[in-house]
């Protein structure tokens, strides 16, 4: 986990060290869709609409209320958020580079704002709003938009 001390934009709490996993994990390929999360929890509180896009504007209670109830009607599911070690393993894909994608990124791989390009990179369009979950690449994993620093989406729950 962390960074190495050369990598452009390192915050100085990114200590690179080694993480021992103990126990396998299971995280699903998309963050949780709008679709999901309405049939689940009746209601729909994204602000930006659309059933393919991930579900946000949720805290951790929300999310914890939603991984309660699939849990309640698909017995021996266990479905929990990963740990930050467990987040940033399914985000590196094996790699060791800042980004799944390598040494950096662009808006066509990552939903960021392209004014803003990491490291000096080439300027892309700032969509300003979530997109659907499959729109962009996925890792070599298979796990799409799950990425480490500002660039990430959250509300992707592992399953044990």
Request: net charge negative; charged share 20%; glycine share 12%.
């Amino acid at each position: 986990m962390g960074s190495p001390a050369a990598e452009p934009e390192r915050l100085d709490n990114e200590k690179q060290h080694q993480v021992l996993l103990t126990q396998g994990l299971w995280l699903a390929d998309t963050a949780c869709t709008q679709a999901l999360w309405e049939a689940v929890m009746g209601e729909n509180p994204s602000g930006f609409k659309g059933a393919e896009r991930p579900v946000e504007q949720v805290d951790w209670e929300q999310v914890q209320a939603f991984i309660g109830r699939l849990n309640a009607a698909v017995p021996g599911l266990e479905l929990r958020l990963p740990t930050e070690a467990e987040w940033e393993y399914g985000c590196r894909a094996g790699t060791n580079t800042p980004f799944s994608f390598g040494q950096t990124i662009t808006t066509e791989q990552v939903n960021y704002d392209g004014n803003n390009p990491y490291a000096g990179g080439e300027k892309g369009p700032w969509r300003q709003e979530t997109v659907a979950v499959k729109a962009l690449p996925c890792n070599a994993w298979g796990l799409y938009q799950i990425g480490s620093r500002s660039t990430s989406q959250a509300g992707g729950a592992g399953a044990k």
